[in-house]
C-alpha cells in the first residue's frame, strides 16, 4: 500500500486533526482519492497496559480471598497462577488449613503426605509449606501433561491414572473435580483482567470540495 505524506495531500483536500471518527481496534485509516487510488493515514496506538498494572489488578482482585499473600508467594515461586492454586485449594478444602481426609490428605491443598515428602515437605498442615509443594506439584504436572483438565485429572485422580485411561478418568469425583475447579480458575482470572483500553478517535476529519474524495476505515 502506498503511503503519501501528509504535505504531498495538502493541495487534494485538507485534513483536519480533530477526535469525530471512533476508531475500530485494529482498523486503519485510509484516502481513497477519485482515481481509486488509496493511501493509509496513520492512527495513534492505543495506549498499552504495563505488566505491573496487570499484576497488580490481579492482587487486587484477589486480595479478599483467604491466604491471597501466601498463595501468590507460592504460586510465584513454582511458577503457576495464582487463580489456579485458589480454585485448587478452594475445592480441596474450602481454604481450611486444618482439614484431614479420610484418605489422609493433609491441609490446604490436601497433599498426600507422599506427595508433601517429594517437595521436602514434612508438616502438610503448615500452610505456607503446604501451598508451596502444591505450587511445584502442580508445575510439575502441567509440564508433564500441558493441559489444564489432565492436570486437574492427575492432580486429584494421581498420574498414573491419567497414563492409564488416556485422559480423564472415568471416576465420578474425578469426572466432578475437573470441571469444578476447571471453571472457578476461569472465573478468578477473569475476575483480574483488565480491560484493554480503546483506540483513540482519528485524529483525521476530510474537508474537500471533490465528493470523490473518501475517508474510509478498513481491516485490509
Same mark, same amino acid.
Given at each position: 500500500m ?46 498499552k ?34 487463580? /489456579? ?8 478444602s474450602?481454604? %481450611? ?8 490428605? /493433609? ?22 509449606? %503446604? ?18 483438565? /489432565?492436570?486437574?485429572?492427575?492432580y %486429584? ?28 480458575y ?35
Amino acid at each position: 500500500m502506498q503511503t503519501l505524506a501528509l504535505r504531498a495531500l495538502l493541495p487534494l483536500l485538507s485534513l483536519l486533526a480533530a477526535g469525530t471518527a471512533a476508531g475500530a481496534e485494529d482498523a486503519d485509516y485510509r484516502l481513497r482519492l477519485s482515481d481509486h487510488a488509496s493511501y493509509r493515514l496513520y492512527q495513534p496506538e492505543a495506549p498499552k497496559i504495563s505488566d505491573s498494572e496487570r499484576r497488580q489488578a490481579r492482587r487486587e482482585a484477589l486480595a479478599g480471598l483467604p491466604f491471597s499473600a501466601q498463595i501468590e508467594a507460592a504460586a510465584e515461586a513454582g511458577g503457576i497462577e495464582p487463580e /489456579l492454586l485458589h480454585a485448587v485449594v478452594h475445592a480441596e478444602s474450602a481454604y %481450611n488449613p486444618h482439614a484431614v481426609s479420610p484418605k489422609g490428605a /493433609l491441609g490446604l491443598a490436601q497433599l498426600m503426605p507422599s506427595t508433601a515428602r517429594q517437595y521436602g515437605v514434612h508438616d502438610a498442615l503448615k500452610p505456607a509449606d %503446604n501451598l508451596r509443594a502444591s505450587a511445584r506439584h502442580l508445575r510439575d504436572l502441567m509440564d508433564h501433561f500441558g493441559d489444564i483438565q /489432565l492436570v486437574l485429572s492427575a492432580y %486429584n485422580a494421581g498420574a498414573g491414572a491419567v497414563k492409564k485411561y488416556g485422559g480423564v478418568p472415568p471416576y465420578a469425583e474425578t469426572r466432578a473435580y475437573v470441571p469444578k475447579v476447571a471453571h472457578r480458575y476461569e472465573a478468578l482470572k477473569k475476575s483480574a483482567e483488565v480491560p484493554e483500553p480503546p483506540a483513540p478517535p482519528s485524529p483525521y476529519r476530510l474537508r474537500a470540495d471533490d465528493a470523490a474524495l473518501r475517508l474510509v476505515q478498513t481491516r485490509d
